[in-house]
């Protein structure tokens, strides 16, 4: 699946910004860990400072993310998008203040765990973002191809729980997903349907930084979490 993910992101990336000089490389996948507890952010961040902390020590260290990054060099350079995905599963050791917390909330539920975005666009500025998605209001075409992957690699991964770790993440979940979804009133979430099966998604806002979920809700979460799964 890893490869044809990513030559599927390619694709895209070539459809929509084939003459863009100031793009960005899209996020890449690596080794997607399945079964687990999966995590789902917005969209992954472009932090030159973020670089330089997940980077250090690494063969990477002392890399231009902005001259590595940019989306015409490695469409003219394909074995760029390995060195990209590998960049990405090392972030979630090194990137400790994002990371961690989902760390530690994986091992509190007892699964391996996992973390894709619903988008793949770097971007850290949320209305710059929203703005790449967004067209009158309704999510457009770029968007919606992004969230058919983001379909594609949830239903490779196979969870036994997904959480939506973002506030604006759940409700484009809940909004263009819909026709996955049902509301289980004994379990006390939604199901959504990945392949032949219902997998228990829960919807949450940022699980770390300054606007992160509350120690307690965390603290609920985690107890949900284990109850579905018991």
């Not at 999966?38 to 980077?55: E, H, T």
């Not at 994002?98 to 770097?122: M, Q, T």
Request: proline residues 2%; charged residues 25%; neutral net charge.
């Amino acid at each position: 699946m890893k490869g044809d993910i990513n030559d599927a992101i390619v694709e895209l990336w070539n459809t929509y910004f084939a003459n863009d000089e100031e793009v960005y490389a899209p996020l890449f996948y690596k080794d997607l860990k399945r079964g687990g507890l999966l995590f789902v952010g917005m969209n992954p961040s472009f932090s030159i400072q973020g670089f330089s902390r997940s980077l250090k020590g690494s063969k990477y260290e002392g890399m231009d993310p902005k001259d590595f990054y940019l989306w015409k060099s490695v469409r003219q350079d394909l074995s760029r998008v390995s060195a990209c995905a590998d960049i990405e599963r090392m972030s979630h050791t090194t990137y400790t203040s994002y990371f961690g917390v989902l760390r530690d909330i994986a091992k509190e539920v007892g699964l391996d765990w996992e973390h894709v975005d619903l988008f793949l666009y770097r971007e850290t500025n949320q209305a710059s973002f929203e703005s790449r998605i967004f067209s009158k209001g309704k999510l457009n075409d770029f968007a919606k191809d992004q969230l058919s992957l983001f379909r594609r690699i949830v239903g490779s991964i196979n969870p036994k729980v997904i959480v939506i770790n973002n506030a604006r993440g759940s409700k484009i979940v809940q909004e263009y997903l819909k026709d996955g979804l049902v509301y289980d009133s004994e379990l006390g979430c939604h199901l959504l349907k990945v392949g032949d099966s219902r997998v228990p998604i829960f919807f949450t806002s940022m699980l770390s930084g300054q606007r992160s979920l509350d120690v307690h809700s965390r603290e609920r979460l985690v107890w949900h979490i284990k109850k579905v799964l018991d």
